[in-house]
């Protein structure tokens, strides 16, 4: 602060001397040196009793090294010691030849300042860095027989000697062509240039000097080129401790000012020598020599002159050569001054008791888009954001209260262009002070970084209650299956008692509707994407308008504006469905009388600007997706909550508050950013940025095949489709593993086909086509006709599957628990064709199973469901135990749970394919398709059978209707 009176005293200084120059100077030298010694006496009386730790390297001589002693000594201590002395206190002086040990010391509090650090970009982001204490140029070094060297484009494919984690090693890593040969110390690398280890040595000039000097080998090297770059030398402190930095920085200027710098610098700087001559210095010298020869003629012809002159000079007072010295030093003070106010990162603004602007710093213009001349005169308070006004007003009421108070606050400022920055500022009251007449203010941009802090906040809390929903998500699950499992099996039990079985229905569906709150917990908690793939995302939206339609009321009309030429997205297309749903029924929730909903595309590039205020997102090319409503808007308060999980502006009862962490959960796994646009009374706008696919969109008949040693063969197959393009891509599949193809767009041509040719080894048809012929009834038909034929369906419709598993007979049974599920790629086929040529699932003679699973009231469970159906069953409930079991007697079916204590379940399921199991396998889990998908991916993939996937909790008739195909499939 004492620092800011000085700055705008002499900021006044010009116009006072245009009016009375010689008195004005005379009274203002007397202010300054009362000031000074006014601030000196409260210095000493506040800082007398501190006690500071400096920490520094120790060999980089004569910055810093050991004397014989082992006591420290050098430029970088000295200097020190002087600025202690200036502020005040005394010190203590710790060192290491290591330098990230003194790093260490300041990040642990140990040291409260660095005297001696280099410059470097990366260290900016844990260091804060004071006024320059030292600056030399970084040269190129040679042997003084090396000439091919003069510069850094000559150094390429050259070794150059870099000292480690130095900064100039920092910056050549930077630079392309040039080799680094790492050395510890500089001592090291001037050796290895001496011993033609490297080529060149890259070093600060004075340094490099100083340690070739002790070691006596300064006249064996030599600097060629122009330096590469100035090097730097700040004190530093910890990031963000502004007192100490201003206190170093305070006394950097007194130390400089008062020529304590210049002593120390010649001390250490003066007294190195100059190696070998470049031709550049030799010119030079040869200049030098010329005119002091001329110099010393003139001399020798004025001399009588000289005499004169001198005794001419003596003549004058002594209160005339004070008077210019103070006048020097006045005018080199306000340069001084007048440059770090200039050059100052922070705005500093001066106002009266009434809020008027009378000085603003330079640097507004850079912050705020303000010439400084275009504020001075106007009401500071009418370019606060009215919500902060009355805070501010507050603050500057205290400080014209009492003068001594300092006030801290955060208010939003207004920018030129229109928009609301957020400041952070300290002011004091110096109106009784004549060089200042005004409360000063001291502020900076804190925009980003409040932003950065809060969507840090915001983005840490989320991750937190998603492990936790994850977790409770996961425990309820195994605990809702065991509930839901026995109270079936109890219903079964009491089906001729109405009563109870009503009751019983109630609790199942109790059991349901928690299960059902679960899915979507494990919804959000999910963090990366399963089961994505290259979406065209305009194509999506298209198909879905009329589901959305429907599902708001006819008072909303529906809109979309689809950009052309959308960039595809890689997502889950089932989850983007349910977030355009859920944010479609969230708009017509916010629209009880009607109004419009609009859903938009647009190819977007974030660049730095937009990530600067949405820390969370990243620069790149998103494909964005904008669904906005005309309703009530949202306040900023349920703005800050949307995403929770339960949190709900609904009365109790409507709903569960899980819609939009859901959708938030899709977008934060699919690698993107969702941004949140609304205004009370204005409506509200969702935009979801999903990060650009490279790749073309695919349809998912056409998906690129994996890069995988697929199952190949010769058999002939044919393929029923009444799609020509489904039949187009089966057939490309199966033509290119080896097969021959024969084609049939209906039922009855297939039968036809089968009537005809005799070499067909697989039907491989289609569940779902139009007439009275689907999938199902051309396998039974086509069973009557060839009994041996192998048959197998593929189908989207899942529920149909259900349909023909539950009752249909045992042959259809076995069909539906083969059925290749659409859309399928290459590996899929592949692999279903070749499972169900060569009949891989062969029935044991007596079926047995083994359940794996840790919880053992949900592997008893399963186990009295299987049991029930004549299945011998064995528990193992860990994975050792499991193994144990395998090897004793591999079973004809393998239930297992994906999560279990001691191996993950897919380096099971790869321990399962080294024994080259064909046992049929139903995978479980309480995670969801989080851990699932995965695992049943992996398997099909080594040629495992995965016959069933279940969610938990599930259903017993679910596990029944599994078991129950894999039995019958084993028999047919």
């Avoid at 290491?96 to 982001?125: C, M, P, Q």
């Avoid at 001496?194 to 600097?223: M, T, Y």
């Avoid at 190195?272 to 020599?289: C, D, H, M, R, S």
């Avoid at 198909?543 to 960039?567: C, F, Q, Y």
């Amino acid at each position: 602060m004492a620092m800011a009176i000085e700055f705008n005293m002499h900021a006044k200084i010009p116009e006072l001397l245009k009016k009375r120059p010689s008195r004005v100077t005379l009274v203002l030298a007397i202010v300054f040196s009362t000031i000074c010694a006014a601030q000196s006496v409260a210095a000493k009386t506040d800082r007398a009793n501190r006690h500071y730790v400096v920490a520094s390297s120790n060999n980089f001589p004569p910055v810093n090294q050991l004397d014989d002693d082992g006591e420290l000594v050098g430029f970088g201590r000295d200097i020190a010691a002087a600025v202690i002395k200036a502020i005040g206190g005394t010190q203590t002086h710790i060192h290491s030849g290591i330098w990230t040990d003194v790093l260490k010391w300041l990040a642990e509090g140990r040291a409260d300042f660095i005297h001696d650090t280099g410059y470097n970009e990366e260290r900016t982001a844990f260091l804060e860095y004071s006024e320059p204490i030292l600056t030399m140029p970084e040269e190129i070094f040679v042997r003084v027989d090396r000439f091919n060297i003069n510069s850094l484009k000559s150094l390429k494919n050259a070794k150059v000697a870099c000292v480690n984690k130095h900064t100039t090693h920092l910056y050549l890593m930077t630079l392309p062509g040039i080799e680094c040969q790492i050395v510890p110390t500089p001592v090291d690398g001037l050796f290895a240039l001496l011993n033609g280890d490297v080529d060149a040595f890259i070093f600060p000039r004075q340094i490099l000097l100083h340690i070739a000097q002790q070691l006596n080998i300064i006249d064996r090297i030599k600097a060629v080129g122009d330096p590469i770059r100035e090097l730097t030398w700040h004190m530093t402190v910890r990031k963000g401790d502004r007192e100490m930095l201003d206190l170093l920085n305070e006394g950097i200027a007194i130390t400089k000012a008062n020529g304590q710098y210049d002593k120390i610098y010649d001390r250490w700087f003066g007294r190195i020598a100059t190696p070998g001559y470049t031709q550049k210095e030799l010119t030079v010298i040869v200049a030098i020599a010329v005119t002091l020869s001329l110099a010393l003629g003139i001399l020798i012809i004025l001399v009588p002159y000289t005499f004169r002159i001198a005794r001419t000079k003596n003549d004058l007072t002594e209160t005339v050569l004070e008077l210019e010295r103070t006048q020097q030093a006045l005018r080199e003070s306000e340069l001084r001054f007048r440059s770090l106010i200039e050059n100052a990162l922070d705005i500093i603004t001066v106002i009266d008791s009434e809020g008027t602007i009378t000085f603003e710093s330079p640097s507004i213009q850079a912050i705020l888009g303000y010439k400084p001349d275009e504020l001075v005169g106007q009401n500071a308070f009418s370019l606060v954001h009215p919500d902060d006004a009355f805070v501010v007003q507050g603050a500057v009421r205290r400080l014209l209260q009492d003068p001594s108070n300092i006030e801290a606050l955060e208010f939003r400022f207004r920018h030129k262009d229109g928009s609301w920055r957020l400041l952070g500022s300290i002011g004091r009251n110096l109106l009784e002070n004549p060089a200042v007449q005004g409360i000063i203010v001291n502020s900076r941009d804190v925009t980003t970084r409040k932003a950065m802090e809060d969507q840090l906040r915001y983005s840490q809390k989320m991750d937190a209650v998603g492990q936790l929903t994850g977790g409770i998500a996961h425990d309820f699950n195994n605990i809702l299956g065991i509930i839901m499992g026995f109270v079936e099996i109890v219903q079964d039990r009491v089906k001729d008692d109405p009563g109870l079985v009503k009751y019983l229905e109630i609790a199942l569906d109790g059991t349901r509707r928690g299960a059902e709150i679960t899915k979507k917990l494990l919804s959000f908690s999910r963090l990366e994407p399963s089961d994505t793939k290259i979406t065209a995302v305009n194509d999506f939206i298209a198909g879905m308008r009329e589901l959305i339609s429907k599902s708001l009321t006819p008072s909303i009309n529906v809109e979309t504006h689809l950009a052309n030429d959308l960039w595809p997205a890689e997502i889950n297309p089932g989850d983007f469905e349910n977030a355009i749903l859920n944010l479609s029924l969230n708009a017509r929730d916010a629209m009880p009388e009607g109004g419009t909903l609009v859903v938009e595309t647009a190819n977007k590039f974030l660049d730095e600007n937009y990530v600067k205020s949405n820390p969370l997102a990243t620069v790149g090319n998103y494909v964005m997706i904008a669904v906005s409503d005309t309703g009530t808007g949202m306040t900023d308060e349920v703005k800050e909550k949307l995403f929770e999980p339960f949190f709900t502006t609904k009365d109790v009862g409507q709903g569960t508050g899980l819609g939009l962490s859901m959708v938030y959960g899709f977008v934060e796994r699919s690698g993107g950013h969702i941004k949140v646009y609304s205004e009370l009374g204005a409506g509200t706008t969702f935009r979801i940025y999903l990060p650009r696919s490279h790749e073309a969109a695919v349809d998912d008949e056409t998906a690129p095949d994996r890069q995988i040693e697929l199952p190949r063969g010769n058999e002939t197959i044919l393929v029923v489709d009444d799609e020509e393009a489904l039949l187009d891509v089966a057939i490309l599949y199966l033509e290119k593993l080896g097969y021959n193809t024969l084609r049939a767009n209906n039922g009855q041509q297939a039968l036809e086909f089968l009537n005809g040719h005799q070499d067909i080894a697989l039907l491989f048809c289609d569940v779902i086509m139009p007439g009275q012929l689907d999938g199902y009834r051309v396998a039974l038909a086509a069973h009557k006709i060839r009994p041996a034929l192998k048959i197998l369906l593929a189908s989207g419709f899942t529920k149909k599957r259900e349909e023909y598993a539950n009752g249909e007979g045992r042959y259809l049974n076995s069909l539906a628990s083969k059925l290749l599920s659409k859309p399928y790629n290459s590996e899929e086929l592949a692999f279903a064709v070749r499972r169900t040529l060569d009949d891989v699932h062969i029935q044991p003679v007596n079926p047995s199973m083994i359940v794996i699973d840790d919880d053992p009231d949900m592997a008893n469970l399963i186990s009295f469901t299987a049991q029930s159906l004549g299945i011998d069953v064995r528990i193992a409930t860990n994975a050792r135990v499991f193994m144990e079991l395998y090897d004793k007697n591999e079973p004809s079916i393998i239930v297992m749970d994906v999560v279990i204590p001691d191996m993950d379940g897919i380096e099971l399921l790869g321990w399962l394919t080294d024994k080259n199991c064909v046992a049929p396998i139903i995978l479980m889990s309480g995670y969801g398709e989080k851990y699932i998908k995965p695992a049943s991916h992996i398997a099909s993939a080594k040629g495992i059978a995965i016959v069933g996937e279940l969610t938990k909790p599930f259903q017993i008739e679910d596990l029944k209707t599994l078991l129950r195909n894999v039995l019958a499939a084993q028999q047919a």
